[in-house]
């Protein structure tokens, strides 16, 4: 039987390691681990396979903000009708329902200063039952997903310890 | 006038033989840049971010002193409650507990607390290399007995019924163990237990640094968990290896309170008390650590299955280990010890591990594979490993 939340602890941190390893190191063979991929895609549990991308170190000079929205929820639809207005977005990379002090958390990714200003005023504030927005932007990522944008560590232990 | 500094050294010291591999550790060493190296016996990881932070904090608020020597009696009693919760070991830690400089202090303590010279200690080999040199150094005798791959490398009660003698002091058990990665389950402690039970005057040994690191699947099983043996064993164990702190020089023992108090006369007068900043980083370590040690177990297991079917791949035959980080395979039948074995795979592959010999003379026609190293440096060592054994084969078929 194989451990399912193992399994996909395993292709989070590394989507592009070979089914015949995960089936050395999970004791299953072959077609199991696929089937068992196979059935989290099905049950959306796996919805795709991302790289991590430190683009810091490209010329690419796009911004990652982050927008706070206070919203009145509406009848019968709650946040849900308002949030799939904004997450539509393809520039809205992630959406969330927050507890606290504000509703919904927008990361907007891909975009310029400029863009992400314009994205702003233009589609979010105006937008009916938005109540106020915040916009905050990244300046530096230490750790994204669980992976450190610094340098890795080297190893430097002895070759040999008895 | 030359000074002969050779005849000025205590005779037992001159008595312990210098390792016969030095040279093949040398050699690794210097190449250290360019090669693989699964011959580390110590974790990959470094120490959980929340255990060294709790060491960072105690110097930050300034405890820079000597603790009691017995250890703090709060670091005491966190090890006293994780035994309890983790291995069902009860121990008071006002008496029972001492805090010591690693897992290798409390085998020195406890050799030359109980030893008097010739009294005769049964070690199984191969083992942990500070066995024998302990007891030695400690002017007592070690009774070597060799476990055996077909046995798992287990103690069989009759080999240690036949090593018993009226000069017996104690035994020690070392599992999980180094280099072999073998375990022993409750059932096979249990006929140990019948044996000893009939021998009142034997004590026990248990180094159970690696018991944290064990992957049957049931909770590892400690000798001291029997009533029968608990007042005649003492448990050393540690943070280096469970808990991926060997540089913070920290490890304990439990056992009799009268024994403790006789070991912690030793302590104090040669090494006073453990590192203060461990010792706060150990309370963290005992209370908040068992995710932790449970990640670092996992991945362990899964690069232990790595190296499993790596070996079966190479065609070397290897009992499963069940403990530690080692794997222990068989190189015999290709014509070369295990020293050679080693150095040419050194040489020839640029893969570093270490020939069996080493933990003993029935060490020979092994070699220790540790998987404390990374998935892809074993990975690659396994694919160099298949490669050099295929070589060897297809050479020593022509």
Same mark, same amino acid.
């Given at each position: 039987?194989?451990?399912?939340?193992?399994?996909?602890?395993?292709?989070?941190?590394?989507?592009?390691?070979?089914?015949?390893d995960?089936?050395?190191m !999970?004791?299953?063979?072959?077609? $199991?681990?696929?089937?068992?991929?196979?059935?989290?895609?099905? $049950?959306?549990?796996?919805?795709?396979?991302?790289?991590?991308?430190?683009?810091?170190?490209?010329?690419?000079? $796009?911004?990652?903000?982050?927008?706070?929205?206070?919203?009145?929820?509406?009848?019968?639809?709650? #946040?849900?009708?308002?949030?799939?207005?904004?997450?539509?977005?393809?520039?809205?990379?992630?959406?969330?329902?927050?507890?606290?002090?504000?509703? !919904?958390?927008?990361?907007?990714?891909?975009?310029? !200063?400029?863009?992400?200003?314009? #994205?702003?005023?233009?589609?979010?504030?105006?937008? $009916?039952?938005?109540?106020?927005?915040?916009?905050? #932007?990244?300046?530096?990522?230490?750790?994204?997903?669980?992976?450190?944008?610094?340098?890795?560590?080297?190893?430097?232990?002895?070759?040999?310890?008895? | 006038?030359?000074?002969?500094?050779?005849?000025?050294?205590?005779?037992?010291?001159?008595?312990?033989?210098?390792?016969?591999?030095?040279?093949?550790?040398?050699?690794?060493?210097?190449?250290?840049?360019?090669?693989?190296?699964?011959?580390?016996?110590?974790?990959?990881?470094?120490?959980?971010?929340?255990?060294?932070?709790?060491?960072? &904090?105690?110097?930050?608020?300034?405890?820079?002193?000597?603790?009691?020597?017995?250890?703090?009696?709060?670091?005491?009693? +966190?090890?006293?409650?994780?035994?309890?919760?983790?291995?069902?070991?009860?121990?008071?830690?006002?008496?029972?507990?001492?805090?010591?400089?690693?897992?290798?202090?409390?085998?020195?303590?406890? +050799?030359?607390?109980?030893?008097?010279?010739?009294?005769?200690?049964?070690?199984?080999?191969?083992?942990?290399?500070?066995?024998?040199?302990?007891?030695?150094?400690?002017?007592?005798?070690?009774?070597?007995?060799?476990?055996?791959?077909?046995?798992?490398?287990?103690?069989?009660?009759?080999?240690?019924?036949? @090593?018993?003698?009226?000069?017996?002091?104690?035994?020690?058990?070392?599992? %999980?163990?180094?280099?072999?990665?073998?375990?022993?389950?409750?059932?096979?402690?249990?006929?140990?237990?019948? =044996?000893?039970?009939?021998?009142?005057?034997?004590?026990?040994?248990?180094?159970?640094?690696?018991?944290?690191?064990?992957?049957?699947?049931?909770?590892?099983?400690? =000798? *001291?968990?029997? %009533?029968?043996?608990?007042?005649?064993?003492?448990?050393?164990?540690?943070?280096?290896?469970? &808990?991926?702190?060997?540089?913070?020089?920290?490890?304990?023992?439990?056992?009799?309170?009268?024994?403790?108090?006789?070991?912690?006369?030793?302590?104090?007068?040669?090494?006073?008390?453990?590192?203060?900043? @461990?010792?706060?980083?150990? =309370?963290?370590?005992?209370?908040?650590?068992?995710?932790?040690?449970?990640?670092?177990?996992?991945e362990?297991?899964r690069r232990?299955?790595v190296?499993?079917?790596?070996?079966?791949? +190479?065609?070397?035959?290897?009992?499963?280990?069940?403990?530690? &980080?080692? @794997?222990?395979?068989?190189?015999?039948?290709?014509?070369?010890?295990?020293?050679? &074995?080693?150095?040419?795979?050194?040489?020839?592959?640029?893969? +570093?591990?270490?020939?069996?010999?080493?933990?003993?003379?029935?060490?020979?026609?092994?070699?220790?594979?540790?998987?404390?190293a990374s998935m892809e440096n074993i990975q690659? *060592?396994?694919?160099?490993?298949?490669?050099?054994?295929?070589?060897?084969?297809?050479?020593?078929?022509?």
């Open positions: 039987m194989i451990n399912r939340i193992e399994l996909l602890k395993l292709v989070e941190h590394n989507a592009r390691i070979k089914i015949e995960l089936a050395v !999970l004791n299953a063979s072959s077609e $199991e681990i696929s089937a068992e991929l196979e059935a989290c895609k099905k $049950e959306n549990v796996i919805l795709g396979y991302n790289t991590m991308i430190n683009w810091e170190k490209t010329e690419r000079e $796009e911004v990652t903000a982050l927008i706070e929205v206070r919203i009145t929820p509406q009848r019968n639809q709650g #946040f849900d009708k308002i949030a799939s207005q904004f997450y539509r977005y393809p520039q809205v990379s992630s959406c969330y329902l927050m507890s606290g002090g504000f509703d !919904l958390m927008l990361i907007i990714e891909d975009s310029t !200063l400029r863009e992400v200003a314009n #994205f702003v005023s233009e589609k979010i504030a105006p937008l $009916e039952g938005v109540l106020s927005t915040s916009t905050h #932007f990244i300046l530096k990522k230490y750790k994204s997903n669980g992976t450190l944008f610094t340098q890795k560590q080297t190893d430097d232990r002895e070759a040999i310890v008895l | 006038m030359e000074i002969d500094y050779q005849s000025k050294i205590s005779t037992v010291v001159n008595n312990i033989a210098p390792s016969a591999i030095r040279r093949f550790f040398d050699l690794a060493n210097e190449m250290k840049e360019e090669v693989i190296s699964l011959s580390i016996g110590e974790p990959d990881f470094v120490t959980p971010w929340s255990i060294r932070e709790a060491g960072i &904090f105690s110097l930050e608020d300034g405890y820079t002193h000597y603790s009691p020597n017995q250890g703090y009696i709060e670091v005491r009693k +966190a090890i006293s409650e994780y035994l309890e919760r983790r291995f069902d070991l009860k121990y008071d830690p006002k008496k029972q507990l001492l805090v010591t400089v690693g897992g290798s202090e409390a085998l020195d303590l406890i +050799a030359r607390a109980l030893i008097n010279p010739g009294d005769e200690v049964i070690i199984l080999e191969p083992c942990f290399v500070a066995y024998k040199a302990t007891v030695t150094l400690a002017h007592g005798v070690p009774v070597v007995i060799e476990t055996k791959e077909e046995d798992e490398y287990k103690l069989k009660p009759e080999a240690l019924e036949a @090593a018993i003698t009226d000069k017996t002091k104690y035994i020690i058990l070392g599992y %999980p163990g180094n280099p072999t990665g073998a375990t022993m389950t409750k059932e096979d402690l249990s006929k140990i237990k019948d =044996i000893l039970v009939r021998h009142p005057d034997i004590f026990v040994v248990s180094d159970e640094l690696y018991s944290e690191l064990s992957y049957t699947g049931e909770k590892p099983a400690s =000798i *001291a968990n029997f %009533p029968e043996l608990y007042d005649r064993t003492i448990v050393v164990n540690g943070f280096s290896k469970s &808990f991926a702190m060997t540089g913070w020089r920290i490890g304990y023992m439990a056992g009799p309170a009268p024994l403790i108090a006789a070991m912690n006369k030793v302590h104090q007068y040669c090494i006073m008390s453990s590192p203060t900043t @461990a010792q706060y980083a150990v =309370i963290e370590a005992c209370r908040n650590g068992d995710k932790d040690v449970e990640e670092m177990r996992d362990y297991n232990r299955r190296i499993i079917n790596g070996l079966k791949e +190479a065609g070397l035959s290897c009992f499963d280990p069940t403990g530690a &980080f080692y @794997a222990f395979p068989s190189i015999e039948g290709l014509g070369l010890t295990c020293e050679e &074995f080693c150095e040419r795979f050194l040489m020839e592959k640029k893969v +570093a591990i270490v020939p069996g010999s080493a933990f003993g003379k029935c060490g020979e026609g092994h070699v220790r594979i540790s998987y404390a690659e *060592a396994m694919r160099r490993l298949k490669e050099f054994v295929t070589e060897l084969k297809n050479g020593s078929k022509e």
